[in-house]
C-alpha cells in the first residue's frame, strides 16, 4: 500500500448520476439525496432541488437498480408549504430518511428554513405521494436531523445538530410521540484546533444499525483562508443505548478530490444524506451532493468500515454517554 490511505468509498465510474440537467422542468441545482431501498427492490432518491430564486424543494428520483435509468417525478414531490408552516418560508432543504417498521411508515426528516433560520421538521409517508407534516420539531439554528428506526425505553431517537456562532456539535433527542421532545444529551462533539472535524460536525445519512452498534457517518468542515472543506468521518455507537459513543475515528475517510466534488456553488465539498444497503447486507451504496451541484454514488463495505474503526478509532466506552465528562473533544 505504500503511502496510501485506505480507500473505503469508491467513487462510481458514471459520476455525477444526476444533475439538473436531467430534470423534467427547469432547476438550477440538485443535490444532497435521502435514499431509501423501496419494498419492491427499486432505489428512490428524495433529492434537494434548488430554483434560480434560491429556494429548495424536495423532488423524487427512482431507478431499478439504483445507478441509472432514473424517473424523476414531473413536478416537485414535496415543496414548501409557507402558508401553513411559515418556518418553510425560504424553503426545505436535505431530507434524510427512516423506515419505522413499529409504524409501517417512513419518516422523513428535513431542514424548514425561514425567517427565523433553520430548523428540524418531520413528515411521515407511505408512498412519496401523500405526506403528513409534523411540523418543525427542533427550532433554529438546527439542521442535520435523522431518526433511529426503533425506539429505547419506549422513545424514538433523533440525531441532530443544533449550532452557534462558535461551534456546532451532534445531539441526541427523545420522544414518546414523535411531536414532544426532550432528554436531550451532547452526541459528538466538534473537536478543537487544526483537526479536519473542528468547530463543526453534523450527521450524514441516518445510523446505520450493524451486530457492533450503530455505524454513523458524519460530516466535518475544516475552515481555512479560502473556504471550507467537507468530509466524512466515522464513529460508532451502542445498539440499545445510542447516546453511548464507542469509537471515533480520527482521519476522516472520504473527501472532495473528483473535479465535480471540487467545483460548484460549494466547492470543495462532499454531502451524503442517504444510504441503501444492497442484497448481500454488507455493500453500501452511498448517495451524496457534490458541491451542491449534482448528485454522486460511492461503494463501500460495512465490514470494512467497522474494521477500519477498531485499528484507526479511538475506544471511548470509558468517557462517552456522560455529558460532563465531554469538556475536552480532542480527547476524542
Not at 64 to 69: A, E, Q, R, V
Not at 224 to 237: C, E, P, V
Request: glycine share 10%; net charge negative; hydrophobic share 40%.
Amino acid at each position: 500500500m505504500g503511502n496510501d490511505y485506505p480507500v473505503l468509498f469508491r467513487r462510481h465510474e458514471y459520476n455525477p448520476i444526476l444533475t439538473a440537467h436531467d430534470w423534467p422542468y427547469p432547476v438550477h441545482s440538485v443535490f444532497n439525496p435521502a435514499a431509501v431501498r423501496l419494498k419492491e427492490g427499486s432505489t428512490l432518491l428524495m433529492c434537494r432541488v434548488e430554483d434560480r430564486r434560491g429556494i429548495s424543494h424536495l423532488c423524487a428520483a427512482r431507478s431499478s437498480n439504483g445507478i441509472d435509468g432514473w424517473v424523476i417525478d414531473n413536478q416537485p414531490t414535496f415543496a414548501p408549504d409557507p402558508v401553513n408552516y411559515p418556518e418553510e418560508l425560504w424553503g426545505i432543504e436535505d431530507p434524510r430518511i427512516t423506515f419505522v417498521p413499529e409504524l409501517d411508515e417512513y419518516l422523513m426528516t428535513y431542514t424548514a428554513f425561514g425567517k427565523s433560520g433553520p430548523g428540524v421538521a418531520i413528515a411521515a409517508t407511505e408512498d412519496f405521494v401523500k405526506f403528513q407534516r409534523f411540523g418543525m420539531v427542533m427550532h433554529a439554528d438546527d439542521k442535520d436531523a435523522a431518526l433511529l428506526p426503533r425506539r429505547f425505553n419506549g422513545e424514538f431517537a433523533l440525531i441532530h445538530r443544533p449550532s452557534s456562532e462558535l461551534t456546532a456539535n451532534m445531539w441526541i433527542s427523545f420522544s414518546p410521540d414523535l411531536h414532544s421532545w426532550g432528554g436531550q444529551m451532547l452526541l459528538l462533539p466538534a473537536r478543537r484546533g487544526a483537526w479536519w472535524d473542528a468547530n463543526k460536525v453534523g450527521l450524514s445519512p441516518p445510523p446505520i444499525e450493524t451486530p457492533e452498534g450503530w455505524l454513523v457517518l458524519y460530516h466535518g468542515v475544516r475552515r481555512h483562508a479560502s473556504g471550507s472543506i467537507y468530509r466524512l468521518g466515522l464513529a460508532l455507537f451502542d445498539l440499545e443505548h445510542p447516546e453511548i459513543c464507542l469509537r471515533r475515528g480520527q482521519n476522516w475517510i472520504f473527501g472532495p478530490e473528483a473535479p465535480y466534488e471540487l467545483v460548484g456553488d460549494v466547492g470543495s465539498a462532499i454531502f451524503p444524506c442517504g444510504y441503501t444497503i444492497d442484497a448481500d447486507g454488507d455493500t453500501i451504496f452511498l448517495y451524496y451532493g457534490a458541491a451542491d451541484s449534482s448528485i454522486c454514488l460511492a461503494t463501500g463495505s460495512i465490514k470494512e468500515l467497522l474494521d477500519w474503526l477498531q485499528y484507526d478509532g479511538s475506544d471511548l466506552t470509558g468517557v462517552a454517554g456522560q455529558a460532563e465528562e465531554r469538556s475536552d473533544p480532542n480527547s476524542w
